[in-house]
């Protein structure tokens, strides 16, 4: 184990021992499943446990009208809890009712370990070694995942475990990760650079998985649910959305490190900040594509389509970063194996490491840094390493 594992090891345990306290203060200092802070324990958890109790009770029309769900939620918790909805399209209620069966905080522990499981089985997958996936796992963004009740450890999961078709010892690349992204298709901005990835290095089976499942699972979720939901989905739901990311105010806003949040907290307008967050994300995507053309390492590409899609979603929060953080501990790896030690790398890791818990207070005080650290790991996993014009092992020891 490296110095700067151990050191990692250390910082990720204190923050540990730190966090546990505070999240289990915050329970039983408040009043039922209303937190003392007055949000709701498992926070956003609260959406995916109304949205499985409502497809279980049959009244799945009630998910996507934003006034039925609300009062829906008030059925579970009658204080106010503010507006929260369920973001995610109608094929992402096949699992939901797993959710809102159980009781209220049997379930929120089910879906923190199903999280955590998922990640954990990802960041396996994609050659990162037990030190590094065990900080992953126990990072500030992962915490905040949990502490928030959200996807972002799931998702993460569910792409590198698409990404690890990359790696595969056939050509055409297995199952597993077509399957996997078919899953992500509830957060889709996470696989947005996912086909490129696979089609640039022919893993044409994932592909063909990938849409046949995704097909599926839409397709399925309009027999099952019928086409209401979907058209609740797209015309109620994602417009309210949409204007609340625009034009909405409150902590959410400080929570995000896109350069689209940084403008819009600097002062632009929601409309002005999307299109300047767009020009640089086409930018970030065409650079994307290059390093994932010039057939680096396959540990490389993978690097470059986490770290690229953080910057080119203009929606990440906090406890979506585990993405990039990934992405960093795969590069840190690629020194392990090839016996480098980058400074860069490890100053950038940590720096993503600790963002999620410092970005509210940056944001808040003027110092959105969070898009210029981002950016030169985007940087540096575009440049690191020679091109791979002649054949290279990737982490697993598989030549590409």
């Given at each position: 184990?490296?110095?700067?594992?151990?050191?990692?090891?250390?910082?990720?345990?204190?923050?540990?021992?730190?966090?546990?306290?505070?999240?289990?203060?915050?329970?039983?200092?408040?009043?039922?499943?209303?937190?003392?802070?007055?949000?709701?324990?498992?926070?956003?958890?609260?959406?995916?446990?109304?949205?499985?109790?409502?497809?279980?009770?049959?009244?799945?029309?009630?998910?996507?009208?934003?006034?039925?769900?609300?009062?829906?939620?008030?059925?579970?918790?009658?204080?106010?809890?503010?507006?929260?909805?369920?973001?995610?399209?109608?094929?992402?209620?096949?699992?939901?009712?797993?959710?809102?069966?159980?009781?209220?905080?049997?379930?929120?522990?089910?879906?923190?370990?199903?999280?955590?499981?998922?990640?954990?089985?990802?960041?396996?997958?994609?050659?990162?070694?037990?030190?590094?996936?065990?900080?992953?796992?126990?990072?500030?963004?992962?915490?905040?995942?949990?502490?928030?009740?959200?996807?972002?450890?799931?998702?993460?999961?569910?792409?590198?475990?698409?990404?690890?078709?990359?790696?595969?010892?056939?050509?055409?690349?297995?199952?597993?990760?077509?399957?996997?992204?078919?899953?992500?298709?509830?957060?889709?901005?996470?696989?947005?650079?996912?086909?490129?990835?696979?089609?640039?290095?022919?893993?044409?089976?994932?592909?063909?998985?990938?849409?046949?499942?995704?097909?599926?699972?839409?397709?399925?979720?309009?027999?099952?649910?019928?086409?209401?939901?979907?058209?609740?989905?797209?015309?109620?739901?994602?417009?309210?959305?949409?204007?609340?990311?625009?034009?909405?105010?409150?902590?959410?806003?400080?929570?995000?490190p896109s350069l689209f949040m940084t403008l819009r907290i600097a002062g632009l307008a929601g409309e002005e900040a999307l299109l300047w967050h767009g020009v640089f994300a086409a930018l970030v995507f065409t650079s994307a594509i290059w390093g994932l053309w010039r057939r680096k390492p396959a540990s490389q590409r993978?690097?470059?389509?986490?770290?690229?899609?953080?910057?080119?979603?203009?929606?990440?929060?906090?406890?979506?970063?585990?993405?990039?953080?990934?992405?960093?501990?795969?590069?840190?790896?690629?020194?392990?194996?090839?016996?480098?030690?980058?400074?860069?790398?490890?100053?950038?890791?940590?720096?993503?490491?600790?963002?999620?818990?410092?970005?509210?207070?940056?944001?808040?005080?003027?110092?959105?840094?969070?898009?210029?650290?981002?950016?030169?790991?985007?940087?540096?996993?575009?440049?690191?390493?020679?091109?791979?014009?002649?054949?290279?092992?990737?982490?697993?020891?598989?030549?590409?």
């Amino acid at each position: 184990m490296r110095i700067f594992e151990i050191v990692l090891l250390v910082l990720t345990l204190g923050y540990l021992a730190l966090f546990v306290p505070f999240a289990l203060a915050t329970i039983t200092q408040g009043h039922g499943l209303q937190l003392a802070n007055g949000n709701p324990a498992g926070g956003d958890f609260i959406n995916l446990y109304t949205a499985g109790r409502l497809v279980a009770e049959g009244r799945t029309n009630e998910i996507y009208v934003p006034d039925a769900f609300v009062a829906a939620e008030h059925e579970t918790i009658s204080e106010d809890i503010g507006l929260r909805l369920w973001a995610y399209p109608p094929h992402s209620l096949f699992v939901a009712p797993l959710f809102g069966v159980l009781p209220y905080f049997a379930s929120l522990t089910l879906w923190s370990f199903l999280g955590l499981a998922v990640l954990m089985w990802g960041s396996r997958s994609v050659g990162i070694g037990w030190p590094l996936a065990l900080a992953l796992a126990l990072s500030p963004a992962s915490l905040q995942s949990l502490y928030f009740g959200q996807t972002g450890n799931l998702a993460t999961g569910l792409l590198l475990l698409s990404l690890s078709a990359l790696l595969a010892d056939t050509k055409e690349g297995g199952p597993r990760g077509g399957l996997s992204a078919a899953a992500l298709t509830f957060k889709p901005q996470f696989g947005v650079l996912l086909p490129f990835a696979w089609g640039l290095a022919g893993r044409w089976k994932s592909v063909l998985v990938a849409v046949a499942g995704s097909a599926a699972l839409a397709g399925l979720s309009a027999l099952v649910f019928g086409v209401g939901p979907w058209r609740d989905y797209l015309f109620e739901t994602m417009p309210l959305l949409t204007s609340l990311e625009l034009d909405g105010s409150g902590a959410f806003v400080l929570m995000i490190p896109s350069l689209f949040m940084t403008l819009r907290i600097a002062g632009l307008a929601g409309e002005e900040a999307l299109l300047w967050h767009g020009v640089f994300a086409a930018l970030v995507f065409t650079s994307a594509i290059w390093g994932l053309w010039r057939r680096k390492p396959a540990s490389q590409r993978i690097a470059i389509a986490l770290i690229g899609t953080s910057l080119i979603t203009p929606y990440l929060h906090v406890y979506d970063m585990t993405l990039p953080l990934a992405g960093m501990m795969i590069l840190a790896e690629t020194d392990r194996k090839s016996g480098l030690s980058s400074l860069a790398n490890i100053l950038l890791l940590l720096a993503i490491w600790a963002l999620p818990h410092l970005l509210y207070d940056l944001n808040r005080s003027g110092l959105a840094v969070a898009p210029i650290v981002l950016g030169a790991a985007f940087v540096q996993a575009l440049t690191k390493g020679p091109d791979n014009a002649r054949p290279s092992e990737n982490l697993n020891g598989v030549r590409d």
